[in-house]
């Protein structure tokens, strides 16, 4: 009976080891499914510039320019990239306005907006978005590779370019 008793114990020991060790590494696990996944390359360009950021709910990075006025301008860096022939394409965009129907961008404006392209060698407006949010942006696509004195200027142009795009169109500062 002792022997028994002896043996339920080393397998109750056991029992009780293995779920303390199942729940400490399920609770680590669970803590890291609310983590924000993000590229970490974009995130030390940002220190290395000396720039504030902040990361979404869905890893992008929010960048804040002061444009002077009492102006500011938002600009997004996707963490998230795709592949182009052989080349790693990351999109940077700054909002200059935002509708909940389509019509508010009339023909005119989307004709001055096609024709504006025209003079960026590097980005373009786009309008993205579903039924209840139309974003018009600037959008950039460069090299997830480029070095972090590029990654400064581009942000630098698609502030600019979305901020005063917004002037434009709004006369307010929103983005």
């Known amino acids: 009976m002792q022997v028994k008793t002896k043996n339920m114990l080393k397998a109750s020991k056991k ?3 293995v779920g303390i060790f199942l729940a400490v590494f399920s609770i680590k696990a669970f803590c890291q499914l609310g983590e924000v ?3 970490n390359r974009t995130k030390s360009k940002l220190i290395a510039l000396g720039l504030k950021y902040e990361i979404s709910d869905l890893g992008n990075f929010k ?3 002061e444009m002077g006025d009492d102006r500011t301008q938002l600009v997004l860096i996707n963490s998230s990239t795709n592949e182009y022939g052989g080349m790693e394409i990351r999109e940077i965009t700054s909002v ?3 509708a909940k129907d389509k019509s508010y961008f009339s023909q005119k404006t989307l004709y001055k907006l096609l024709d504006d392209n025209d ?4 980005g373009a407006w786009q309008i993205s978005g579903d039924t209840d949010n139309y974003m018009l942006q600037f959008s950039v696509k460069i090299s997830a590779n480029s070095t972090q004195s ?4 581009i942000l630098k142009l698609a502030a600019t370019i979305a901020d005063t795009k917004e002037k434009e169109l709004t006369e307010n500062d929103r983005y």
């Open 119 to 122: 003079k960026w060698k590097l």
């Open 37 to 39: 996944s993000y590229d």
């Open 63 to 65: 960048v804040v320019f």
């Open 96 to 98: 200059a306005a935002i």
């Open 150 to 153: 590029v990654l400064e200027e």
């Open 15 to 17: 029992i009780i080891l």
